[in-house]
């Protein structure tokens, strides 16, 4: 995906906020912040090619870090955030299993996923509040909603590449994961988190930690701490597990800005799940914001 003009303020936004909480000082806050913005331009005029808007936000999230000497700045966030998802599950779980056939029961587990994407401190004005979701889950709908196709290649598929995203959300992604492996007892879903800690995203010692492991067949590293999956920062082995897969889920944001540029090399289904939070990402998909989204992208 490539930048929309409200991409850099809002990356200077989320970035900025990060330096201020932990910045104390106010010259060496100033500092900071200019240097940060220098980066950030620079950066937006000398990347040309792939998930553009990732590439930028791993090199600034990395500049943050170096700034105020915390390699994990979202530990607490993501942890409160799985410990709130935790909580909420048992509700969705029941809201799920009210379902009157298999394809209903996908279309509310689906959902409940992609409602998990509401926790995300990375887009600069959102104000998520996952509490208002369990009180509206059954009227919200999903706009589009090809859970029907979706499932289809689900029950089908030998191997399902499973893109993760942020800590809670992943609550509900192990749900979802449940649901299909109930749905297609033999499938293997290969599990993507990042290798280093972006954000509130959810690392690879996070997810053991959580027992993804003990769901997905196989719980792989994306390779490097950016927001998304970026082809060449990628091992060649989790490329590879990745091709031999039948269908891709992908979840959120940054995954969907990745891995949308990589639809031709891939020449995989690719079903995106998210919550279209800005007017770049709803116009991308071509949805209204704040859309509930699971889109089929086929090759």
């Not at 590439?55 to 000497?69: D, L, R």
């Not at 499973?162 to 007892?185: H, Q, S, T």
């Amino acid at each position: 995906m490539k930048l929309y003009p409200e991409c850099i303020p809002c990356l200077l936004t989320v970035r900025a906020r990060e330096i201020i909480r932990y910045v104390k000082d106010r010259e060496e806050g100033v500092n900071a912040v200019i240097k940060l913005t220098k980066l950030v331009l620079k950066l937006a005029e000398n990347v040309k090619s792939g998930p553009i808007g990732p590439k930028i936000a791993s090199e600034a999230f990395k500049f943050v870090k170096e700034v105020v000497k915390v390699e994990d700045p979202y530990k607490e966030f993501k942890e409160k955030s799985n410990e709130t998802a935790r909580r909420m599950l048992p509700l969705f779980e029941r809201y799920i299993r009210e379902a009157e056939d298999e394809e209903e029961l996908f279309r509310r587990a689906v959902k409940i996923a992609i409602i998990g994407n509401i926790i995300d401190p990375g887009v600069a004005y959102l104000k998520g509040d996952l509490q208002a979701y369990v009180s509206n889950v059954r009227n919200l709908k999903l706009k589009p909603d090809n859970t029907g196709e979706i499932l289809s290649y689900v029950k089908r598929a030998k191997r399902i590449a499973y893109f993760c995203d942020n800590a809670g959300e992943i609550i509900f992604d192990m749900n979802l994961m449940r649901v299909i492996k109930e749905l297609n007892p033999k499938v293997e879903i290969y599990a993507i988190v990042r290798s280093k800690p972006f954000q509130n995203d959810v690392t690879l010692d996070e997810a053991y930690r959580l027992g993804l492991d003990k769901i997905a067949d196989k719980v792989l590293p994306t390779g490097s701490a950016a927001p998304g999956f970026i082809l060449e920062l990628a091992s060649r082995n989790v490329i590879e597990y990745i091709k031999s897969c039948d269908l891709l889920i992908s979840k959120g944001l940054g995954n969907f800005e990745c891995l949308s540029e990589y639809e031709g090399y891939f020449k995989k289904p690719i079903a995106y799940m998210l919550i279209a939070k800005c007017r770049p990402i709803a116009t991308e998909l071509g949805v209204e914001v704040n859309s509930l989204v699971a889109k089929l992208v086929k090759p």
